[in-house]
């Protein structure tokens, strides 16, 4: 069974600092994985979304990078801002299934 | 891009009652859609997976009889909320896979139901 865990939970950083958030995956069958920001009372906003057969994706201040075999994915944001404030969430997509598995997100905070 | 459109944004219902949910893609068809419910400072768990023209496929544990969900075309699906109890108070959010081969998934802005 497919499971995926996001760390740290939550994060406060000063604004203007690099930052990366983890994302594990427990089965590298996976066909796509991709990172949401979730705003508070908000829906989901997709920022990157990375093929099982790619390494990373890149948009603007954040840059994605995905392990299959180790099961692991990251997403650095660089010189943060306090707009970035949100919830991370990252997405599995298994390979047998159209069913997206999350993790638990990680609450960012930046502070001004 | 591709664009979920889901209403009410929130919505406020007598114990009892029954509530839908309505997402439609403006922009795409969505043969497939997702539903989920979300609780306070938690991640989203998935009720069920509604196919336009079948019956919905509900995850375990989920009640068919409370969650109702209908998939009449290709740009509709509704989640209706039968007999409402406080307990049923979360936020829905609905998700259609993006059309074409490798695209993710996009969500709807989701539903804020509070029964009392």
């Known amino acids: 069974k497919q499971e995926v865990t996001q760390i740290p939970a939550a994060l406060s950083v000063p604004e203007g600092e690099n930052l990366v958030l983890n994302c594990s995956f427990t089965?590298?069958?996976?066909?796509?994985l991709q990172w949401f920001r979730q705003d508070p009372g908000k829906g989901l906003t997709s920022l990157l979304l990375?093929?099982?057969?790619?390494r990373e994706q890149t948009s603007g201040r954040l840059n994605a990078s995905l392990d299959k075999s180790s099961g692991r994915s990251t997403l650095y944001i660089a010189a943060s801002q306090p707009g970035d404030s949100a919830t991370y969430l990252c997405a599995v997509r298994p390979s047998n299934t159209g069913k997206l598995i999350f993790g638990q997100g990680t609450t960012l905070q930046v502070k001004p | 891009g591709a664009v979920v459109s889901q209403h009410p944004s929130w919505v406020i219902c007598k114990s009892g009652t029954s509530v839908k949910i309505e997402c439609r893609s403006l922009d795409f068809q969505a043969t497939t859609m997702f539903w989920y419910r979300q609780f306070p400072k938690q991640s989203l768990m998935l009720m069920a997976t509604?196919?336009?023209?079948?019956?919905?496929?509900?995850e375990q544990g989920v009640e068919k009889d409370k969650f109702l969900i209908n998939h009449a075309s290709l740009t509709l699906s509704t989640l209706t909320v039968t007999s409402a109890h406080p307990e049923d108070s979360s936020f829905y959010i609905c998700?259609?896979?993006?059309?074409?081969?490798?695209?993710?998934?996009?969500f709807g802005s989701g539903t804020r139901l509070t029964v009392v």
């Open positions: 990375i093929q099982s057969s790619q």
């Open positions: 089965d590298s069958a996976i066909y796509n």
């Open positions: 998700s259609a896979p993006q059309t074409g081969v490798g695209y993710g998934y996009t």
């Open positions: 509604s196919n336009e023209g079948s019956k919905a496929t509900y």
